[in-house]
């Protein structure tokens, strides 16, 4: 992929007394791929394109919701009169007056484990009705001036509104549409995430959930989308892709620390993956870049 760069705060907030920027973007043109280390709520309000992440590619129009923890990557593709409303938060605000947050029993949801990347990026659809409300808290935001301490409680006020609201249709939806998860499944998952750099086998999995080899294959692709290999090696890179940006581990101990010991397999299986080698996505996303036009 071309075009990465990474945004760094100073380009964002314009004052330092409650660091939240707000902005409306109408994109006909590809928005490059970018990285910051402040925490980004997307929201489409219209028009439509594609959105690229660590996960891949989604479609999106009126309704989708995104929020995007501080080092995690984003791009949007093929846009149409997308419609974009993007709020910006300083990482120190989760630190201090939002840390709170974490705890909360609807909130704490969307507030993922910071140590591995699977958690950074929260997506959801809104309804016509929650989409106006966020709406409104968007332009109450961009209405109150940055740069001065006297707006600081009515901005943290509306954007303690806005988390609350994906934060109650992300556990909606979690409720509504996902389906009961096999056990087999389920402990796949559970044994994939604790031991990543294990040197699993399909038939070790199985036995370990006393199932054959194919059935097991069968129920994940249908529960997960993905064969437990399959799974395991998307896991082990999103992990690597997170080592990256946020420790100096050299490769060599990426690598081997998400469990393919042979630096040259893991660099073809990233590229394949996020189209750009290691070193360079490092370099990219980590340490800088030129600015490449609108970034919402």
Known sequence: MEGWSRLPRQMVFKGEHCPLDVNLHKLDAPCQPHAHD???IAVIFGGGGVHRTIRGDLPVSR???FILWPQSWHAFLDC???EVYNCCVGPELLRRELAWLREDPVAGCIFGDDSHAEAEIVHVKLTEDDAE???GHFEALLGLSEDSAFHRVERLGHLLLLLGLLARRFVAEAIAG???????VSRVVQLLRAEADRDWTLRELAGEVALEPSYLVRLCKAQLGLPPMAYLARLRLERAAHLLLRTD???TQIAAEVGWPDPNYFCRRFRAYFGLPPTLYRKQLASGG???GPHP
């Not at 996902?178 to 087999?184: N, V």
Request: glycine share 8%; charged share 30%.
């Open 178 to 184: 996902r389906p009961k998860q096999h056990p087999a």
């Open 38 to 40: 402040f925490l980004e």
């Open 249 to 251: 581990l050299s490769i």
């Open 63 to 65: 309704g989708d919701a």
């Open 133 to 135: 409300i966020a709406r």
């Open 290 to 292: 030129a600015d490449r």
């Open 80 to 82: 149409r009169g997308l």
